[in-house]
C-alpha cells in the first residue's frame, strides 16, 4: 500500500528520490559487483599464463646420462610477465623431491594436486608467501620420460599479486568515474525532465494566484499534459459549484432584504395605526395577522430554496415514488381543496425517478398550491403522472411526464418568459414557488413549462408540466 504524501512533502523531491535513488544504489552495486568479475577476470587471465610458464619449464625437463637436466634461459619466464612490476618466481624439485634449479626460498609445494576445471590436469593453483610477500603460485607434476618409473618432476611457478592488485584497482576507479559521470548525467536529464513536467502545475498555481479573489471562472492554462485534464476538468466542476452557491448566497440575501423588509414594514404601520387608534382593533389584528401570514410564507420559501440549494450541492440521489408522494402531497394540502370546494383528481402510476424525496414533494407541493391558489371555487384541478409508451421509448431511456393543472385563467404570452424568476410577477403568482421548481427541476436534470390548457379553442386553465426520465423499477 502506498504511503501518502506528508503535508510538506514535494512532489518534486518526491519524483528525484524514487527516480535517481534507485539507480544510484543499481550502479553502486553494480560497480562492485563488476570489479568483483574483473578480479575474477585478472586471476584467471594471470593464472593461465602461470599454467603456461610451468608447462613451458617441464617442455625444457630432459635425462642426460639417467640424471633429469633443465636448461632454463630467462626469456622463457620474461614472454611472460605483465610488465615489470611483477616478478615471476620458479622452482624445480627433481624425480626423488631434492632440489634441482630455481629460488629455494620459494616455499617447496606438498599438498595434493587435484583437477581444476579452468586448468589442465595435474596443475594447482595455490596461494603463498614468498620473503612475506603474498604470492600466486601454479604446480605441475611434469612426467619425465625414462628407463626409470620413479614418477615425474615438481615444477612451481610463482607471481606477485601486486601487479594483478594494481590492474584490478585501475579498473574499478574507471569503472568508478564512469558510473558517477552517468549518474551526473542522469540526475541531470531528471532534474530538467522533471522541472519541465511540473511546469503546467506552476502554471496553473501562478494562474490561481493571480486571480482576483470573486473570480470563480473555468481555468484554462495555454499548455496542460493529459494527465493534468482530469485535475483541471474537476477543478472547474468545482468552481462551478462554488459559483452556483455563490450566486444563490447573493440572490438569497438580496432577496431576503428586499422581500421581508416590506411585510415587516407594513406591520409595522398596522402596528402604529393601531396604537393611534385609526382603526378598531379587530380590523388592525386582521390586517396585522395577514402581513404575518405572508412574510411567515416568504421565509418559508426563502427556507426551502435555501434548502434546495444545500440538497442540490450535496449531489445525493435515491429513488423516489412519484405516486406516493403526490398522495402525500395532496393529503397535505387536501385543507386548502375543501376550503375552495374543488374537484380534485389524482391519476398516477407506480412510477420511480432519481432524485431526493423532500426536492420531489417540494416540487409537486409548489405546483399543487400555485394550482389551488389560481383555481376559481367549485372548479376543477388533478396531478396525473405516466410513463412514455413502450415504442416511443424504445431506442431511448423511458421519460416520465408530471403534469399538474388546474381551470384557473391561464396566463399571457408575456407573463410565460418570466415566471420562473424570483419575484418577476405580482404577489398572486407566489413569489419564490416557481423558482424552487425550476431548481429543483434543474437538479433532476428535468425540463419544466407552463403552458394555457385549450379546450375548444379557449384558455381552460394552466398547466405545470414537468419531463424527467424514469429510473428502474418504473
Same mark, same amino acid.
Given at each position: ?22 539507480? #544510484?544504489?543499481?550502479?553502486?552495486? *553494480? ?20 599454467? +603456461? ?22 626469456? +622463457? ?5 605483465? *610488465? ?96 558517477? +559521470? ?16 511540473? !511546469? ?25 499534459? /493529459? ?44 402596528? !402604529? ?20 401570514? /405572508? ?98 421509448? #424504445? ?25 420562473? /424568476? ?53
Amino acid at each position: 500500500m502506498m504511503r501518502p504524501f506528508s503535508r510538506r512533502r514535494s512532489v518534486r523531491s518526491y519524483l528525484l528520490a524514487w527516480i535517481i535513488l534507485p539507480i #544510484a544504489l543499481f550502479i553502486v552495486i *553494480d560497480s562492485f559487483s563488476l570489479y568483483r568479475n574483473t578480479l575474477e577476470s585478472v586471476n584467471t587471465a594471470y593464472d593461465r599464463m602461470l599454467i +603456461a610458464s610451468v608447462h613451458s619449464i617441464g617442455d625444457l625437463l630432459r635425462i642426460e646420462n639417467g640424471e633429469l637436466k633443465v636448461s632454463l634461459p630467462y626469456a +622463457a619466464l620474461e614472454i611472460y610477465e605483465a *610488465d615489470y612490476s611483477s616478478q615471476m618466481i620458479y622452482r624445480i624439485n627433481g624425480l626423488n623431491g631434492e632440489f634441482l634449479a630455481g629460488d629455494r626460498d620459494l616455499p617447496k609445494f606438498t599438498g595434493k594436486l587435484s583437477k581444476h576445471k579452468a586448468y589442465p590436469a595435474l596443475a594447482h593453483i595455490y596461494e603463498d608467501t614468498y620473503n612475506g610477500v603474498p604470492v600466486r603460485v601454479a604446480a605441475l607434476l611434469q612426467p619425465v620420460v625414462s628407463n626409470d618409473p620413479r614418477g615425474g618432476a615438481l615444477i612451481q611457478v610463482a607471481e606477485t599479486l601486486e601487479n594483478r592488485s594494481d590492474l584490478a584497482r585501475k579498473i574499478f576507479w574507471e569503472t568508478l568515474i564512469r558510473q558517477a +559521470a552517468l549518474l551526473v548525467v542522469i540526475t541531470s536529464v531528471t532534474l530538467y525532465v522533471v522541472s519541465r513536467a511540473l !511546469q503546467p502545475i506552476d502554471a496553473l498555481r501562478r494562474q490561481l494566484d493571480e486571480r482576483p479573489a470573486d473570480d470563480l471562472s473555468p481555468v484554462s492554462p495555454p499548455f496542460s499534459p /493529459r494527465e493534468l485534464q482530469p485535475f483541471i476538468k474537476a477543478l472547474n466542476q468545482l468552481m462551478e459549484r462554488l459559483q452556483r452557491l455563490l450566486d444563490h448566497q447573493q440572490r438569497f440575501v438580496a432577496n431576503a432584504s428586499h422581500q421581508l423588509r416590506t411585510p415587516l414594514a407594513v406591520l409595522k404601520t398596522q402596528l !402604529q395605526s393601531g396604537l393611534r387608534g385609526d382603526a378598531p382593533a379587530p380590523v388592525i389584528l386582521a390586517e396585522m395577522a395577514g402581513t404575518v401570514d /405572508r412574510a411567515t410564507n416568504l421565509a418559508n420559501q426563502l427556507l426551502s430554496l435555501a434548502k434546495v440549494e444545500q440538497l442540490r450541492g450535496s449531489g445525493v440521489q435515491s429513488l423516489c415514488d412519484l405516486s406516493m408522494l403526490a398522495r402525500e402531497t395532496a393529503v397535505d394540502l387536501s385543507p386548502l381543496i375543501a376550503e375552495k370546494n374543488l374537484d380534485f383528481e389524482l391519476d398516477v402510476q407506480k412510477i420511480y425517478v432519481l432524485g431526493h424525496p423532500w426536492m420531489v414533494g417540494e416540487l409537486i407541493s409548489n405546483l399543487l398550491h400555485n394550482a389551488i391558489r389560481h383555481t376559481p371555487y367549485g372548479s376543477r384541478l388533478g396531478i396525473y403522472a405516466r410513463t412514455e409508451d413502450a415504442g416511443e421509448a #424504445a431506442q431511448n431511456q423511458a421519460k416520465v411526464t408530471l403534469c399538474v393543472w388546474d381551470s384557473g385563467p391561464g396566463i399571457s404570452e408575456d407573463m410565460a418568459g418570466h415566471l420562473f /424568476r424570483a419575484f418577476s410577477s405580482n404577489e398572486s403568482s407566489g413569489g419564490l414557488g416557481l423558482t424552487i421548481c425550476r431548481e429543483i427541476a434543474d437538479s433532476m436534470q428535468a425540463e419544466i413549462n407552463l403552458d394555457n390548457r385549450i379546450v375548444d379553442g379557449k384558455i381552460a386553465g394552466l398547466q405545470a408540466t414537468v419531463v424527467c426520465a424514469a429510473a428502474a423499477g418504473s
